[in-house]
């Protein structure tokens, strides 16, 4: 079963209509399970860089700073102890840390399904024909973004035929972004204001959801 959505060419003009597949777009939203989604997704990005030095790896201490009896002063028995000034750290953070999450595929996919029938319903989904540029110009993809009125939006492009000029004239836009299909991650989904995909790469997409 399909619905239809219209598709316009890249001057914003109509250009005929698309058959979507009910079981994507028409998904119920599940909100924890794209919220869980996207807490996996940034988890995986992220990298334990921060690392403390605990009272096994702190320098010096090596001697005891004085004997254990008739100073007046209380026992010590090392420098490194996290009680003293240039000690070690108690339970500090080290960059051993593994913050990487796991998700069932079939959580992944419904995720990304919830998604989709969100943006459709919000009207946040911008059906494109396929184009290409001749050329490596920013310029030309800005003005192409503000025919459809769009100040930050996604570009989905086929993975499998995916134009190259295109996403290195997007580089430069600093609100504005290219990827393929294959690369497409929640997380862009859902923080730009439009979603600009292509005929084709919405038929890759369909297809990939469906596996």
Do not use: C, H
């Not at 119920?28 to 990005?45: C, D, H, Y």
Request: proline share 4%; hydrophobic share 35%; charged share 30%.
């Amino acid at each position: 079963m399909s619905e239809s959505a219209n598709v316009l060419n890249i001057g914003n003009k109509n250009a005929g209509n698309i058959s979507l597949n009910e079981e994507i777009y028409s998904y119920p939203v599940k909100e924890p399970l794209i919220k869980e989604f996207v807490l996996l997704t940034l988890a995986n990005k992220r990298l334990g860089l921060a690392s403390t030095k605990n009272r096994k790896i702190v320098s010096g201490g090596g001697i005891k700073p004085w004997k254990q009896k008739g100073t007046g002063r209380a026992r010590a028995g090392s420098t490194r102890s996290p009680l003293w000034k240039g000690g070690g750290t108690i339970f500090g953070p080290t960059n051993e840390r593994n913050y990487k999450k796991d998700m069932p595929k079939k959580a992944r996919k419904a995720a990304v399904k919830s998604a989709l029938s969100y943006l459709l319903k919000e009207g946040r989904l911008v059906f494109i024909e396929d184009f290409e540029l001749p050329n490596i110009k920013t310029k030309e993809m800005k003005s192409i973004f503000d025919n459809f009125g769009i100040k930050k939006g996604l570009l989905i492009l086929p993975a499998l035929n995916t134009d190259d000029k295109i996403l290195k004239s997007t580089r430069n836009l600093k609100d504005y972004k290219a990827i393929g299909v294959n690369l497409l991650n929640i997380v862009d989904l859902l923080k730009y204001e439009k979603i600009m995909i292509t005929v084709k790469a919405n038929e890759e997409l369909e297809r990939n959801l469906a596996l």
